[in-house]
């Protein structure tokens, strides 16, 4: 019978995880570089250097690997854009939480373009044995939301203006998505002062209500 010791087990849980994250990763390059069809299980094993075999012992076919690759890119969104939302206090300082926003975004679409351009050509190319992408993605509707909730919070607060929070909300992330459809078509793109662009629009869009200056009633009437 075969035995093994604890610190054998870790280090091989631990080789096989370090295996599993090359081979998302060279998926990741594939889809990127070739686009979602021509991205194979073959094409992936010619990159790690290793064999086929190898490949659907840790994935037993392409959609597996895909799978994974969502779950890794959505998995990093969330490590890279969590901290810098929540460093914009958006408690205490909503009006701060659009820029803070729009500039994460901006800046993992930079650090992480192969990443973003394969999540983009999986959604549009995946489909599960129903047709529709994958449920990973529906976590769009609760983004959504959350951004609703801060722009309420800063209604209450005074700090923004009137106007429907959830048209608003949802218009900055489709604005954001939008952003990256532009980076996707065009890599020289100034993503930085698109950025900087949306950032002023939305901030001028739901800023305090402007009150009439005094005697701008009057001078109307006359």
């Known amino acids: ?43 992936v094993a010619r990159r790690a250097g290793v064999s086929k075999g190898v490949v659907t012992y840790h994935f037993a076919a392409k959609d597996d690997l895909i799978r994974a690759v969502i779950a890794d890119v959505i998995a990093s969104m ?6 810098r939302l929540l460093a914009a206090d958006p408690a ?34 995946f489909r599960d044995e129903s047709g529709s992408p994958s449920p990973a993605f529906e976590a769009r509707a609760g983004e959504v939301a959350a951004i609703e909730a801060v722009l309420r919070a800063g209604q209450d607060m005074g700090t923004f203006g009137s106007f429907n929070p959830h048209v608003m909300a949802s218009v900055i992330k489709i604005a954001v998505e939008d952003l990256l459809t532009q980076f996707v078509s065009d890599p020289g793109l100034d993503i930085e002062g698109y950025a900087a662009q949306l950032t002023t629009l939305f901030e001028r869009a739901t800023g305090p209500d402007q009150r009439p200056a005094k005697g701008a009633s009057h001078a109307r009437e006359t």
């Open 1 to 43: 019978m075969r035995t093994s010791s604890p610190d054998t087990e870790t280090g091989s849980t631990f080789t096989q995880r370090k295996r599993r994250d090359q081979l998302v990763g060279c998926m990741i390059e594939a889809i990127a570089d070739l686009g979602f069809a021509r991205a194979s299980i073959g094409e």
């Open 92 to 125: 205490r300082f909503p009006e701060q939480f659009i820029a803070a926003y729009i500039s994460a975004w901006a800046r993992y679409y930079q650090s992480h373009t192969k990443q973003v351009l394969a999540l983009a050509r999986i959604f549009i190319a």
């Open 78 to 83: 969330e490590k890279f854009l969590t901290p």
